[in-house]
């Protein structure tokens, strides 16, 4: 059976008007999961717009930081004739910097499995940004970042379980930092218009079970500064 799986960085804040109800159509239209960022507001509209589609949604239940006002941003959806949940966690990182260290920032683990029994573990992540002014003065600081919290989610993960495991998001940065993983699509497009780079992917973990069937930048989707990445993979058991 083949996935459907999309990343979104939807820039819901609460600041922001967002066609929540268009963007839940599109997703449960062109995917079978998808992993949400910046959702960081209006939680319960997204939970009316994917119920009534007939999808679940899930966020962490806690999400507690240093000094964080806002909580991750972080949200998975799914079709429940496709995948149930047994388990799930939320990790904050440890490090941040600039607006980051206001937000909980982490990954979001969530254990899962296919009516046919294939099991797996999909982590939603959103890494430490650079600002969107003068970006490229801000890397040289903000890359270090990424590298820690990258280190700290694998760190982390070793202990878990083995299970085969997909790690996408946000990364704000076009290098995979992620030791011992690897991105699904090497080539996968620009994700981010403003400054042309690959912010948004899917590393492989643990697993030589995932196979690419096609993948595309969804650049038709204008709802917020990012596109979503859809990609169609297949497994074997």
């Not at 804040?13 to 599109?26: E, K, L, R, S, Y």
């Not at 910046?38 to 007939?54: L, N, P």
């Not at 030589?208 to 990012?226: I, K, L, N, T, Y």
Request: contains cysteine.
């Amino acid at each position: 059976m083949d996935t459907r799986l999309a990343t979104y960085n939807v820039k819901c804040f609460p600041w922001f008007t967002v066609d929540i109800d268009a963007i839940v159509n599109w997703i449960t239209q062109s995917a079978d999961i998808v992993a949400l960022q910046e959702v960081w507001c209006r939680h319960a509209a997204w939970i009316t717009a994917f119920e009534e589609r007939g999808w679940v949604f899930l966020r962490p239940p806690r999400e507690t930081h240093i000094a964080a006002i806002f909580g991750s941003g972080l949200a998975v959806a799914w079709n429940p004739q496709k995948f149930a949940v047994d388990e799930f966690i939320f990790y904050p990182y440890l490090s941040a910097v600039g607006f980051d260290s206001w937000v909980a920032k982490g990954w979001f683990r969530l254990d899962m499995h296919t009516p046919g029994g294939f099991r797996f573990r999909l982590i939603n992540t959103h890494m430490q940004s650079d600002y969107e002014i003068c970006d490229s003065l801000f890397r040289h600081v903000s890359e270090p970042i990424r590298m820690a919290q990258a280190l700290q989610l694998v760190s982390t993960e070793v202990q878990a379980p083995p299970s085969p495991t997909l790690i996408v998001g946000d990364m704000n940065t076009e290098t995979c930092w992620l030791p011992r993983c690897t991105w699904l699509v090497q080539n996968t497009g620009i994700t981010f218009p403003n400054t042309e780079q690959t912010l948004d992917n899917c590393a492989c973990w643990r697993s030589d079970r995932w196979q690419v069937v096609g993948h595309r930048v969804a650049s038709e989707c204008r709802w917020s500064d990012h596109f979503p990445v859809l990609w169609r993979l297949r497994h074997s058991i």
